[in-house]
């Protein structure tokens, strides 16, 4: 995706949203007028026509099996896996770990953080250890019904998919650049981008799923990124009571992610009030909130158009579940 529509189409979210709302009351008095016309017509049929034929039951919407839920999660598996194998080893996933079910890909991008913070060098190495073991975890569960990786854009470069998320988010400039491996904070704030949507789509899915073993396991997963987002948050508001602009780029990147989900406000930054944190972002009961397969994709494809590529995922993800829902 050019990082231009990136841009206009965050930019423009809420008039789509608008827009869409506007386009269903339309849409939904024109189907109410075609049923009152259907039903005045068969009431006037005379003796010489056929016989009234009752309307068909609508055939029903395909459900969502365990292992689509399971493989949609391995996609953003991939994803963060790479991410972090990359900028803690400087090397990528084994190729045993990539093969699957669709099209096979490669990664763009991805190099070694030279870390200059210690403690963050030892986070980053802990979670790419586990992110890689959430692959071979996932695919040792779906078996041949594993997905193969697709194609994964983490590049920091001018067209990478870090500097067109930057840039919508308002992070850098319309002609920035944001590569995600030069600089401990760098490299947190592209963690921040992956690991808060990782939480929310495990726990918009674990409904889905109804074998109980698979339940636990999503579950588990589950609790292994909300501790890996909350260390991030952690760190990120830490590191901005001396450099106030990473609290500020992180609310950025919030308010962005906002813009591509839907029309709700839950996406929430890392500030409290003046006196707080927001290290935990949970509504008024202190739950965290969930998002929808088709919200995650809206934001790793970065769009606000229900489309099935783009963003992180270039050519769109394997498997059943690949739509962005669109806002």
């Not at 934001?299 to 806002?327: E, K, W």
């Amino acid at each position: 995706m050019h990082d231009n529509q990136v841009l206009t189409e965050v930019l423009a979210a809420a008039e789509q949203r608008r827009h869409h709302r506007r386009a269903f009351l339309r849409t939904a008095g024109a189907a109410a007028a075609t049923a009152g016309v259907a039903g005045l017509l068969a009431s006037c049929k005379d003796d010489n026509n056929n016989a009234y034929q009752p309307t068909p039951f609508p055939t029903p919407t395909p459900t969502v099996s365990d292992a689509d839920v399971l493989n949609f999660a391995l996609n953003l598996e991939y994803l963060e896996a790479q991410f972090y194998s990359f900028a803690a080893t400087g090397a990528g996933l084994p190729n045993s770990q990539l093969s699957g079910t669709g099209t096979q890909g490669t990664v763009t991008g991805g190099k070694l953080v030279a870390f200059s913070d210690q403690t963050v060098a030892q986070y980053a190495r802990e979670i790419a250890a586990d992110e890689a073991a959430h692959v071979a975890f996932l695919r040792s569960a779906l078996g041949s019904s594993a997905v193969a990786m697709p194609s994964i854009n983490i590049d920091g470069g001018a067209s990478g998919a870090f500097t067109a998320a930057a840039r919508a988010a308002g992070v850098v400039g319309s002609t920035g650049t944001f590569d995600p491996y030069a600089s401990d904070e760098n490299f947190l704030l592209g963690a921040f981008i992956f690991e808060d949507v990782g939480v929310t789509a495990y726990k918009g899915s674990i409904a889905s799923i109804n074998n109980k073993t698979y339940v636990e396991a999503a579950a588990g997963i589950h609790a292994a990124e909300a501790y890996h987002a909350g260390l991030v948050r952690t760190l990120l508001y830490a590191k901005g009571l001396q450099t106030p602009t990473l609290r500020t780029a992180a609310g950025q990147i919030s308010d962005a992610r906002d813009s591509l989900d839907g029309s709700t406000d839950l996406d929430q930054g890392i500030v409290g009030d003046s006196t707080t944190s927001n290290i935990v972002p949970t509504d008024s009961n202190g739950i965290c909130f969930s998002r929808t397969p088709g919200q995650v994709l809206n934001i790793v494809y970065l769009t606000a158009s229900s489309t099935t590529s783009g963003g992180f995922f270039p050519s769109g993800v394997n498997g059943t579940v690949r739509q962005s829902s669109g806002v």
